[in-house]
């Protein structure tokens, strides 16, 4: 977050947290100069603090326009249909909530336009955030924001910053008044679309009277080939709060936008991080030049890839700090371990070294992670080993031939060259009115490669295998999720009654088993536990005789509000909704390699029920899985495989095992209580808590050798 803020007008910052949202109580909002006046205000008010803000007769005269046209901004709001959360109000409380905001961009438009030294402040606190490198970027802006984001991203070219994605959600940036002074700022005789945005998304609530011209592709002319996409949409903070940035955050043109230009690789659970999640919240909750002690872990000769010796590393990183000091004219309290570094640096100092030593190709490399320095006080690839399922590939030729796995998720690319081999994938089905029943999301393809398929990639001479549980498997796809990962209960009983179809058709059990990686709360008042619609279709289906695999859920891990701040714990009572149906297998997760040493991971849901059954029944690997990228390109690991974490992951793995077990043996075909059983009595005991780990981890091989 690049933020920047004028404490003449906000001398104290708000009891607010970024978990909350962004509600402008226009009632009772302090502004003005003076920081006395209180919204809403008469139209002398807004008069008063236009005299207030500058005595500059020509920018007295745009901010009166501005003001004027913001004043006359009163559209009906579209209806918003069955189950609307609200009615539009009337024009009296319209016009109350527009002159609060209008008061609010009068001092922002004023200091970005007229003010040239908080111009400069501001928009240096978008570069300093760019510097760094590391793109390609999404940059997001609201509000004035989208002004400073503007003018910042035309000053650089395309080779200097890539910016894949471009947002600006309740923007001014389609007045004429703005207008007419960014083309003085930027010197620009028509406003373009600045060289190094790929693609460019505005969104506007019709009734926000800060983004007055609801659509920019008519006063942006475009630069090689990429124009403004405009969207029109209602913000879900509206009518009370039309220019809600959090509203617009969770609006489907932004949510989509980022879910497809981001590596969804980098926002699981668990995942390949240089700078730690926790150091980088800390640098974001301060300033830009307040320093954080950092602890710099070093790539280690035989891991990462690494060609240097440890010393030859240390000393890389100890040179590139010290050059940062003499830049920094301060000590840096440069302090040396065998395998880490202590130092005390700025967000753009620990970034710059992340992006030059941590990012580099494998030769280069010298940094693996960058850790919070923190204070103490005295108080799939190699997943299938871990649940044996690599050996019972060799010694039984458990290869799942002959089984046939629902995946209810977010459909399945077919394409994939992990399912080419055994013609994986036999059917897909979708239930989300969606163009396609291929995945527009990437978590059903992930989690399809999980249980079947199979692909030897060979790279500078060496050959790695990615195999799933059950590679012979055949998939049926069932897309109930959208393009953002959302679904409904309808959805999935839709598809849980195809399958229940299907089987009736034929007389046999052509499905033999279903993969949910999904869940969400559950009303324990109105459902009881294990009980809820979608739990009662789960049930009927085991009863017809198909083994149901469900994630625990990852709400093993809560962020809890103290008197002292935040505090991270772990969650007792936590399995989610299907997952606590008695008549299915739940998973949680563990570390894919060493799960004896590690345990549960930190975010797997934890038992027991909230009626008191144990779950999870099991675990098994889901901490960086590496599986199917359903966008893949080319033909390396990287480009075909990305890392997931959740027990999304996990339940895969049982569900593969399972299939890989009945096609051994098939006189369980049919009997689910028994496989479950069977999958039960045979997992290695990881020697953890029951209601964390259930009876443990999978074994394959001891299924097959003891049934």
Not at 74 to 95: D, K, M
Not at 311 to 339: C, Q, S
Not at 419 to 438: C, E, H, M, W
Not at 467 to 494: E, F, N
Request: aromatic fraction near 6%.
């Amino acid at each position: 977050m690049a933020y920047w803020v004028n404490r003449e007008y906000y001398p104290e910052p708000t009891d607010e947290t970024c978990a909350g949202r962004d509600l402008v109580d226009v009632e009772q909002a302090k502004v003005g100069l003076s920081a006395k006046a209180v919204v809403p205000a008469a139209e002398d008010q807004i008069a008063r603090d236009i005299e207030e803000l500058t005595e500059n007769a020509r920018e007295r005269e745009l901010l009166r326009k501005i003001a004027a046209k913001m004043a006359g901004h009163q559209p009906r709001p579209a209806p918003r249909g069955i189950g609307a959360r609200a009615l539009p109000f009337p024009s009296p409380v319209r016009r109350l909530i527009t002159r609060g905001l209008t008061r609010l961009l009068l001092r922002d438009v004023n200091d970005f336009l007229f003010n040239e030294e908080r111009r400069a402040e501001m928009s240096e606190r978008v570069r300093e955030r760019l510097r760094t490198g590391g793109g390609p970027f999404i940059v997001i802006g609201h509000s004035q924001g989208s002004m400073v984001a503007y003018d910042v991203l035309f000053q650089l070219a395309a080779q200097e910053c890539d910016v894949a994605l471009f947002i600006t959600i309740g923007s001014p940036l389609g007045l004429q008044e703005v207008q007419d002074q960014l083309k003085t700022i930027t010197n620009q005789k028509k406003l373009a679309v600045p060289a190094c945005v790929r693609r460019w998304v505005n969104v506007a609530d019709p009734l926000d009277p800060v983004a007055l011209d609801k659509k920019l592709g008519n006063d942006y002319q475009p630069t090689r080939g990429v124009r403004v996409e405009d969207h029109v949409e209602t913000n879900p903070d509206g009518p009370k709060h039309p220019h809600s940035g959090t509203g617009y955050l969770s609006m489907r043109p932004v949510r989509v936008g980022v879910q497809r230009t981001v590596d969804i690789g980098l926002f699981q659970p668990v995942a390949g991080f240089v700078v730690a999640r926790d150091l980088a919240r800390d640098y974001e909750s301060g300033g830009a030049e307040e320093r954080r002690e950092v602890l710099i872990e070093l790539v280690e000769p035989g891991t990462d890839d690494a060609h240097a010796n440890l010393e030859t590393t240390r000393a890389r990183v100890v040179n590139d700090l010290r050059a940062l000091e003499r830049d920094a004219g301060e000590d840096l309290r440069i302090d040396e371990t065998k395998r880490y570094v202590a130092a005390s640096l700025t967000r753009e100092e620990a970034e710059g070294l992340a992006q030059r030593l941590g990012q580099a190709v494998p030769a280069e490399k010298a940094v693996r992670r960058i850790w919070r320095n923190a204070q103490k006080v005295a108080l799939t690839e190699k997943s299938g080993t871990t649940v044996h399922a690599t050996a019972a590939h060799a010694s039984y030729r458990a290869h799942g031939a002959g089984i046939n796995w629902a995946v209810v998720d977010t459909g399945v690319n077919e394409k994939h060259p992990h399912f080419k081999r055994y013609k994986n994938i036999a059917a897909q089905v979708d239930l989300t009115g969606s163009t396609t029943p291929a995945d527009e999301h990437g978590h059903g393809t992930h989690v399809a490669g999980i249980i079947a398929g199979s692909l030897d990639i060979t790279e500078n001479g060496s050959t790695r295998s990615f195999t799933g549980m059950a590679p012979q498997a055949k998939i049926y796809s069932y897309k109930v999720l959208d393009q953002s990962g959302l679904g409904r209960d309808s959805w999935i009983i839709k598809a849980l009654d195809d399958i229940a179809e299907r089987n009736d058709k034929a007389g046999t059990l052509v499905i033999q088993g279903v993969n949910l990686s999904l869940g969400g709360p559950f009303d324990q008042s109105t459902y009881g536990c294990g009980h809820s619609p979608l739990c009662n279709e789960l049930r009927r289906l085991w009863r017809q005789g198909v083994v149901v695999v469900i994630a625990a859920g990852n709400e093993g891990f809560a962020m809890l509000q103290t008197y002292d701040g935040e505090l991270g714990a772990n969650m007792d009572l936590s399995i989610s909704d299907p997952a606590n149906l008695d008549e299915a297998i739940a998973v949680g997760s563990v570390h894919k390699e060493n799960p004896h040493l590690y345990g549960v991971s930190y975010f797997s849901s934890r038992g027991p029920t909230a009626d008191g059954r144990q779950k999870p029944d099991l675990v098994a690997p889901g901490e960086r899985i590496k599986s199917c990228r359903y966008n893949w390109v080319g033909k390396s690991v990287d480009g075909l495989y990305v890392e997931m974490s959740g027990t999304s992951m996990a339940a895969p793995h049982v569900s593969g095992v399972i299939a890989a077990f009945l096609s051994i043996r098939r006189e369980f075909i049919g009997y689910p209580d028994r496989v479950k059983e069977i999958l039960l009595t045979s997992c290695n005991d990881l020697r953890r808590d029951r209601p964390m780990q259930g009876a443990g981890l999978p074994n394959l091989v001891k299924m097959l050798v003891l049934n």
